[in-house]
């Protein structure tokens, strides 16, 4: 197996290193103490050391801090690309070209309206419904409206799903946003960027025109790059694990959506603007810090760097969230603290995205949604990775049965 050691507890994969080099664990199996026996298998929980994949689409490197999309890096597409375009580049695997790229945006604006059914369905929920609720389960009811989606080894369904769940999760987002405050639905409008076009049905009111702040229109785009896709993460693994019974891109994203939801993952910026509220002093600072840690980063999360500059911006216009001061205080004093710094536990992506967020007008229960519109891109990629993968099948994790050995069922009389 090759790779560098960087730290005593950490590994960086040296992507040059051949890919044979890698020991499938299967052959373990060879490995038997008698020839009936099963044969040698890893133990792995939250799959802590095991690859269930060969991937092209992400590099991380958690030691150095270093994210890239398809080999470009992080910052170089935050300051000169914009989501729409990264979405094309993480899904097709090369930067459009002029030509590619206006046929990919207007094949993008085509399909951005929902079925008027899917808004009665949305109407069904309650004022308070959770908008990360509403969202995974219309990402689900579409495999009822497009069952052309089954043909998921039909490379022009696959293209068309594509371009539906890239142009729909902003409307679905928008409609379950302004559900939630009882406005009614605003439709897209064609003449915008996409991100001007979700602030567009996300917040217009009367005026004819919605007028995009370009500032805002710019922070939302870098924040939708940012979270594009992040490798093997517990969503895009729920999102290929799904997948991988062949079932409909529909049902297997209502499923990826579902783990991204969850407050040890996406669902952190909510948590950690919850926590920021609720701290108020020091001695109300929780043990584990909403925001802080990450499985693979053991260093500065590169994306909360461009975040927080970002977040400057932003307030520029906004004005400053007084939350600012108690992030960056805790900040502060969680990088100097012995205990975050033996665990190399630094701020990641979302301890200052919810800020953000928050100065743009949304409700903390929309902070998941936001992360899941541009994730929708990374889920796709990583789901039809996988679908063409000749080395991939259902997945099927085996177990350590530690349970009761075999005994005799007793009558309910003869219970103790
Ligand atoms: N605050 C305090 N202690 C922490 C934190 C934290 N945020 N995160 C990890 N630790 C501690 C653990 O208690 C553990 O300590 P121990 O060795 O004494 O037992 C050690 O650091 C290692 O942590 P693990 O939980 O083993 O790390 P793991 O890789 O399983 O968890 C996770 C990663 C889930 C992100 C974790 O750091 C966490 O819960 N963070 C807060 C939630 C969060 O911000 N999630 C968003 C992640 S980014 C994303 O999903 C987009």
Known sequence: MTRTETSSDSVSIDRNAPITAWTPTLDLKQIKTSPDDFGLMTYDPAFMNTASCRSTITYIDGDKGILEYRGYPIEQLAESSNYLETAYLIIFGELPTKTQLANWSSDITAHCLLHENIKKLMDGYQYDAHPMGVFLSTVGAFSTFYPDAKQIFDEQSRKKQVHRLIAKVPTIAAYAFRHSIGRPYVYPDDDLSFTGNFLNMLFKRTELKYKVNPVLEKALDVLFILHADHEQNCSTSAMRTIGSSHVDPYSAMAGAAAALYGPLHGGANEAVLR??????????????????????????????????????????????????????????????????????????????????YQAMGFPVTMFPVLFAIPRTSGWIAQWEEMLLDPDQKITRPRQVYVGKKRRDYLPLNKRG
């Open 275 to 356: 926590m920021l509220q609720e701290i108020g002093t020091i001695d109300n600072i929780p043990a584990r810090l909403m925001g802080f840690g990450h499985r693979v980063y053991k260093s500065y999360d590169p994306r909360a760097k461009i975040i927080k500059k970002t977040a400057d911006a932003v307030f520029d216009v906004t004005g400053k969230n007084p939350l600012l001061d108690i992030a960056l205080e805790l900040e502060r004093i969680a990088l100097e603290d012995d205990y975050f710094i033996s665990r190399k536990l630094y701020p990641n992506v979302d301890f200052y995205s919810g800020l953000i």
